[in-house]
């Protein structure tokens, strides 16, 4: 059997890149195709997006040559603060602090702009021989024949390999052709994202500020920066999103506050649909689905990345050990392995976060005091206030290599 590649990657966000080179890194061949034109997003530009990064996916962008890269363009976060907000009033004292002093490693996490991390995984793509990487092309078909999947791009090619892994965003093409379905629900909300400049430093301290309308989380850049992800009901965030800056700002620092000092924006605006949406299988005969292909999440906790890289650095552990044993990687009893490593874990953590977004995006009373009850508990209870952070940071569980440092 012929093959263009040993795996056929479709979608080159962030999940799509890491997996290339994860896989490269160990000899496996890549494909790597990506509907968006070469360096769009590689800009000096910056368009306003930052992902918050666990400590074990910093641990994989080390062990993957890419952190060196972006190293001082991370923002460190030291501490987390959550608490009750309303418009008009700011937030509450807050009831729940992660402090990265209490962590055997600090710090909790880091902030990291899209173009920057974009950027050092394009370069390391190019730069690797086990690579090839094929943009402004779309994945138009895919057929699964013996001991090999094909693929039909939409410049009219066809490629062929052992492996077809949807790396392709909540609306995965690949999922879709293989039959996957999905089980999901809309939250009402809709998310304003935008880059917000202020006076005073933020001391890496990230907020988030549970408003009875959806939280805004205030998230520490370089600088004198942070990236605000603020939730609204979908019909109010219509309306926020339609005006102008001037006016945003206005309805925006009765519910930011002022212990930032003065703010004004630092970007460009972007708002966006809130869902969840969770593939009813990860796996499928020569089918994977990693990120928001298999899942995707509310933003509340800025996991979606984080959760992305862990099913990475799972299905390339998988893929790895597999070759080396002589197995095919293509075939279901291996792609299950990563299927049954990986399913649980996302699923109960999305539905974790679905249940946290449903308890604080209201102004029932009672709920309010009962849940500033149980986080006072948590807060009050330094080992579970501990085993909080360390889930958070992405360092429980049975880790696959790659999140722990460790090679493939």
């Known amino acids: 059997m012929k093959y263009d590649s040993d795996v056929l990657i479709v979608g080159g966000g962030l999940n799509g890149p890491a997996l290339a080179l994860a896989l490269a890194s160990a000899g496996v061949s890549v494909t790597l195709v ?45 501490e987390v603060k959550a608490s009750d907000g309303h418009a008009g009033e700011g ?26 991390l974009y950027r050092a995984f394009l370069d390391a793509m190019e730069a690797d021989p086990a690579i090839t990487l094929i943009h402004d092309t779309q994945v138009t078909k895919q057929t699964v024949e013996p001991g090999a999947i ?29 039959g996957i379905t999905r089980e999901g629900w809309g939250y009402g909300q809709t998310a304003l994202v ?36 603020w939730s609204e009901k979908d019909e109010t965030a219509q309306a926020i999103a339609a005006l102008d800056d001037a006016d945003f700002l206005a309805v925006l620092r009765p519910r930011f506050g002022d212990f930032l000092g003065e703010i004004k924006l630092a970007g460009p605006r972007f708002s966006y649909p809130l869902n969840l949406t969770l593939a009813n299988a990860y796996a499928a005969p020569r089918i994977a689905l990693v990120g928001d292909a298999a899942h995707g999440v509310h933003p509340i906790a800025g996991q979606g990345l984080n959760l992305g890289l862990r099913d990475v650095a799972a299905l390339a552990e998988v893929l790895v050990e597999a070759v080396r044993r002589g197995e095919d990687i293509g075939a279901l009893d291996v792609l299950e392995r990563y299927q049954g490593w990986r399913r649980f874990d996302a699923t109960t953590l999305a539905l974790g976060m679905d249940s946290v977004n449903r308890l604080f995006s209201n102004n029932n009373p009672l709920l309010r005091a009962g849940r500033d009850l149980g986080m006072g508990i948590v807060q009050a209870m330094p080992a579970l206030r501990q085993g909080f952070m360390r889930q958070a940071a992405g360092l429980s569980g049975p880790l696959p290599r790659l999140l722990q440092g460790r090679p493939l």
């Open 194 to 229: 935008a880059a917000i400049e202020h006076e005073l430093p933020h001391n890496g301290v990230a907020h988030q500020f549970f408003m009875p309308s959806g939280p805004l989380a205030i998230l520490p850049l370089k600088g004198n920066r942070s990236s605000i992800v």
């Open 150 to 178: 094909a693929a039909t791009l939409s410049d009219g090619r066809s490629l062929r390999a052992k492996l077809l892994v949807g790396a392709d965003g909540r609306r995965s093409g690949v999922a879709e052709r293989a």
């Open 34 to 78: 990506d509907a968006a034109p070469a360096r769009q997003r590689a800009t000096d530009t910056f368009d306003g997006r930052a992902y918050a990064l666990a400590i074990a996916s910093q641990k994989l962008l080390a062990t993957l040559g890419v952190w060196g890269a972006i190293a001082d363009t991370a923002q460190p976060m030291m």
């Open 91 to 116: 937030a509450a004292p807050f009831f729940l602090h992660f402090d990265a002093r209490e962590l055997d490693q600090a710090p909790v996490g880091y902030m990291l702009e899209d173009r920057y």
